[in-house]
């Protein structure tokens, strides 16, 4: 997921932090996502991590992941379904909330604690073209995740 990202170098075979990020995200009750989903960054005057007159947003999946100097790297993940197009400041805010969550993850009660991120969209192959997705580190079309990961959906 993290090839050819900054973070490449110093995550590639890192820890994933499922029972970690499955404590922390799910201190009051768990959640009717699977543990690692729907990060949200609303409207409220605590969030600051948006585009100024977007509507609260949020990152679909976070992934955090540690490495052997002990640092943890969380990778911001956008989900698009073939066609789906991207709302206002949506891709522009995902490296913003990115970099913003890095500094503020003590003031939120369900996020862990990291040092480092990146960003990662998951989308169709027609939706390439669109110059927004510079905003995201890497980009995973449909039908190269369908050939690494088993139980991907296919026809994407």
């Avoid at 969380?74 to 805010?93: I, L, N, S």
């Avoid at 073209?129 to 690494?148: C, G, L, Q, W, Y």
Wanted: proline share 5%.
């Amino acid at each position: 997921m993290i090839k050819g990202t900054s973070a490449a170098s110093n995550y590639t075979g890192s820890s994933v932090l499922v029972d970690e990020q499955r404590r922390q995200r799910w201190q009051m009750s768990p959640t009717k996502q699977p543990f690692w989903a729907n990060y949200w960054c609303g409207l409220d005057s605590r969030c600051t991590c948006r585009i100024p007159d977007s509507k609260g947003l949020e990152s679909d999946a976070i992934f955090f992941f540690r490495n052997l100097a002990e640092r943890v790297l969380a990778v911001h993940v956008e989900f698009k379904h073939p066609g789906e197009r991207f709302g206002y400041g949506q891709p522009e805010a995902y490296p913003l909330r990115a970099a913003c969550f890095a500094k503020t993850y003590q003031s939120r009660k369900t996020l862990n604690a990291h040092h480092d991120w990146t960003t990662v969209i998951f989308c169709g192959s027609e939706t390439a073209a669109d110059p927004r997705f510079k905003n995201f580190e890497r980009v995973i079309f449909h039908s190269e995740a369908a050939t690494v990961i088993d139980a991907y959906p296919r026809g994407y």
